[in-house]
């Protein structure tokens, strides 16, 4: 029996010994630790701004953009040219930083639109980029221009075909107004500028292009970041009513001469036969 103890007592001294040593072989952690911290870059793009969350995201996947952009189909049609060309814009050809940047305004309630905002809402930053791209790979096909001849002897275009007065602003623009000439940003052809995010116009729905010039002349936006609608408000304040509706109908049926041919080529007579149009020739004043 007092063998058993002592080896109890033994055993005992030897598991506080461990414990001993256990304890002395962990580092102690200095009382000034700091804490584990995230940098603000690292943090999730969703706790961003949606616009802001842009500058996070890489080019888009146009191949991954076609499985997400399947919504878009109901209104803006599966290749970007809109089912109803009465009530819905055509995204095929738009530049992919405009469209991204569109719906990051419309999720950020920046650009309000009711339609659009919950399908934006779903979409993360680079969601937004990938549909993007995949619209960007599209080819945008022509409207056509209204060459109904303008029968009002109040008007300073009397005489002139519906489209023509919106022709020769779009090229050469109102000196006397300081109207510049739209193709100097937008390209002779409507095609835009991605590089600046100017978007393409040309065969665009002339309702749509009268509302967005409307909005511009009005001056009022929703958006945090005004530049580039500061750009458009400037200019489309100098124009009238009747000059929005003829430059919209000429960009409806403004295209690249180039696409008109190969819709031709492929069978889609809708683009092919689309006019009245320019080529892709910068316009002499």
Same mark, same amino acid.
């Given at each position: 029996?007092?063998?058993?103890?002592?080896?109890?007592?033994?055993?005992?001294?030897?598991?506080?010994?461990?414990?001993?040593?256990?304890?002395?072989?962990?580092?102690?952690?200095?009382?000034?630790?700091?804490?584990?911290?995230?940098?603000?870059?690292?943090?999730? !793009?969703?706790?961003?701004?949606?616009?802001?969350?842009?500058?996070?995201?890489?080019?888009?996947?146009? #191949?991954?953009?076609?499985?997400?952009?399947?919504?878009?189909?109901?209104?803006?049609?599966?290749?970007?040219?809109?089912?109803?060309?009465?009530?819905?814009?055509?995204?095929?050809?738009?530049?992919?930083?405009?469209?991204?940047? #569109?719906?990051?305004?419309?999720?950020?309630?920046?650009?309000?639109?009711? =339609?659009?905002?919950?399908?934006?809402?779903?979409? !993360?930053?680079?969601?937004?980029?990938?549909?993007?791209?995949?619209?960007?790979?599209?080819?945008?096909?022509?409207?056509?221009?209204?060459?109904?001849?303008?029968?009002?002897?109040? !008007?300073?275009?009397?005489?002139?075909?519906?489209?023509?007065?919106?022709?020769? =602003?779009?090229?050469?623009?109102?000196?006397?107004?300081?109207?510049?000439?739209?193709?100097?940003?937008?390209?002779?052809?409507?095609?835009?500028?991605?590089?600046?995010?100017?978007?393409?116009?040309?065969?665009?729905?002339?309702?749509?292009?009268?509302?967005?010039?409307?909005?511009?002349?009005?001056?009022?936006?929703?958006?945090?970041?005004?530049?580039?609608?500061?750009?458009?408000?400037?200019?489309?304040?100098?124009?009238?009513?009747?000059? =929005?509706?003829?430059?919209?109908?000429?960009?409806?049926?403004?295209?690249?001469?180039?696409? #008109?041919?190969?819709?031709?080529?492929?069978?889609?007579?809708?683009?092919?036969?689309?006019?009245?149009?320019?080529?892709?020739?910068?316009? !002499?004043?």
């Amino acid at each position: 029996m007092r063998n058993a103890r002592l080896i109890g007592i033994a055993g005992l001294a030897v598991l506080a010994a461990t414990v001993a040593l256990a304890q002395t072989t962990v580092n102690p952690l200095p009382e000034d630790q700091p804490a584990q911290t995230t940098p603000i870059d690292a943090a999730s !793009s969703t706790d961003m701004d949606p616009v802001a969350a842009l500058a996070t995201t890489h080019w888009g996947d146009p #191949q991954a953009g076609a499985i997400k952009a399947g919504a878009c189909a109901a209104c803006h049609g599966l290749d970007g040219n809109s089912v109803d060309p009465t009530l819905y814009p055509n995204l095929a050809g738009q530049g992919e930083r405009y469209i991204a940047r #569109q719906l990051a305004l419309f999720k950020s309630g920046q650009r309000v639109n009711p =339609i659009m905002k919950p399908f934006a809402d779903t979409l !993360s930053a680079q969601d937004m980029r990938d549909v993007a791209a995949y619209f960007t790979s599209k080819r945008s096909g022509a409207g056509s221009a209204d060459d109904t001849v303008i029968n009002d002897a109040a !008007s300073p275009y009397n005489g002139m075909k519906f489209y023509e007065p919106g022709q020769r =602003i779009y090229r050469v623009g109102i000196a006397e107004r300081q109207v510049p000439a739209c193709f100097a940003c937008h390209g002779p052809s409507g095609s835009g500028n991605p590089g600046s995010s100017f978007p393409q116009i040309g065969g665009q729905q002339s309702w749509y292009v009268a509302r967005r010039l409307q909005e511009y002349r009005s001056g009022e936006t929703t958006e945090a970041n005004r530049t580039n609608f500061d750009i458009m408000a400037k200019v489309a304040k100098h124009l009238t009513d009747e000059e =929005i509706a003829s430059l919209a109908s000429y960009l409806q049926g403004l295209h690249n001469r180039a696409d #008109q041919v190969a819709a031709a080529d492929t069978g889609n007579t809708a683009a092919a036969d689309a006019a009245p149009a320019d080529n892709t020739a910068a316009p !002499s004043p």
